[in-house]
């Protein structure tokens, strides 16, 4: 899958710019501010139906202006297909493929898959649990709208169980409302926990290999799913938390509580990790996810790579540089501000490429 050509008009600080696309690699070079990683979160919001940055849509409005327009025209499998993405202050998105408006956005998700590596997946490591949950979930959704489904479900009813422990604060629970999201937490949870723990261990796999090939093998490193509740046994740990939960007014326990613990030679590489090895470590992740959604979707993702060489040593470069010149990726889009890094990529890789300048001006073509 590849994308052939994409518009931005008014999102973020881009006023507007026609990008026709190589089918190989896609550099984008200029200084920081110019608007380059917002060219990447334009990719990501035709695929996911979002920012990468989880903002609210109308703060991807270009300020001063009234709406924002993204399109961008892909091959898959042969098929062409065009995607409509705009937003009006004020008025619901609207979102078509094909010149057809989508019933549900969540019907789109999957269709052009996409991994994204930004300076923000720091939050991967030092924020908190809801930001590797989101991950994962954003993984497993491209590939598998099952679960995309009972997500939507848990959360929902994740919702109304915590406004009902809130209107029942102080006073008696109506015990057969309750036993009813409690139902329903359960039926979807616990398929959803399954499936993340199987996605986890899959992943650990080429995670590893990634992270030898990244640090030549010098650094042990592990990913390991931790829940709230034993497997098939929400709807237990949900009934035997009721009066904690009573007591806290919101639910205590369920996947919407799980984390994965990312460790380092044992320990949290949150605590341990230097910032290259953070970046070694994520980079490795991110990968990962790549060759994760290459074999359930049979597809190869658009690849993103937003800035990824900043503040890494001259080694921990070097094995960046020889992981995206392998085969195994396809269509690729970097930003960076030095040159010398874009054109190392493009020696050892001898695909089709183009370069791009951002600028005060504009997104320009440069001769190679």
């Not at 994308?3 to 070079?29: D, L, M, Q, R, W």
């Not at 991110?286 to 359930?296: G, S």
Request: neutral net charge; aromatic residues 8%.
């Amino acid at each position: 899958m590849i994308i052939k050509s994409v518009t931005i008009v008014n999102y973020k600080n881009i006023e507007e710019a026609v990008i026709e696309c190589s089918p190989g690699f896609n550099c984008f070079i200029g200084n920081n501010g110019v608007g380059k990683t917002n060219i990447l979160d334009a990719l990501y919001h035709l695929s996911m139906c979002r920012s990468y940055f989880n903002l609210p849509d109308a703060q991807n409005i270009r300020h001063g202006e009234p709406f924002f327009l993204l399109q961008g025209r892909y091959e898959r499998d042969d098929e062409a297909i065009d995607i409509h993405c705009g937003l009006k202050r004020g008025e619901r998105k609207v979102f078509k493929r094909n010149k057809k408006s989508y019933e549900r956005l969540s019907d789109h998700i999957g269709l052009l898959p996409l991994v994204m590596i930004s300076p923000a997946d720091a939050l991967l490591i030092d924020g908190g649990s809801e930001e590797r949950r989101r991950f994962v979930d954003g993984v497993i959704s491209q590939c598998d709208k099952e679960y995309l489904l009972r997500l939507i479900r848990y959360n929902r009813a994740l919702a109304q169980r915590n406004s009902l422990l809130k209107a029942c604060a102080g006073r008696g629970v109506d015990e057969e409302m309750m036993a009813a999201w409690d139902e329903q937490l359960a039926e979807n949870g616990n398929v959803i926990l399954q499936k993340r723990e199987a996605f986890t261990r899959e992943l650990e796999t080429e995670f590893r290999l990634f992270h030898d090939q990244l640090v030549e093998g010098r650094e042990q490193v592990a990913l390991r799913y931790v829940a709230t509740a034993p497997p098939g046994g929400l709807l237990a740990a949900l009934r035997e938390s009721l009066a904690r939960d009573r007591l806290l007014t919101y639910t205590t326990v369920g996947i919407h509580r799980d984390d994965i613990a990312l460790t380092l030679e044992g320990y949290p590489v949150k605590k341990l990790g230097s910032q290259g090895q953070k970046k070694s470590f994520l980079a490795a992740l991110k990968f990962a996810q790549f060759t994760y959604l290459t074999r359930i979707t049979g597809m190869k993702p658009l690849l993103l790579l937003d800035d990824v060489f900043d503040k890494l040593d001259a080694g921990r470069v070097s094995q960046i540089v020889q992981v995206v010149s392998g085969n195994r990726f396809g269509q690729v889009f970097i930003t960076d501000t030095n040159r010398e890094h874009i054109d190392e990529i493009l020696r050892l890789h001898a695909v089709e490429f183009k370069i791009f300048r951002v600028d005060e001006q504009g997104v320009t073509p440069l001769l190679p």
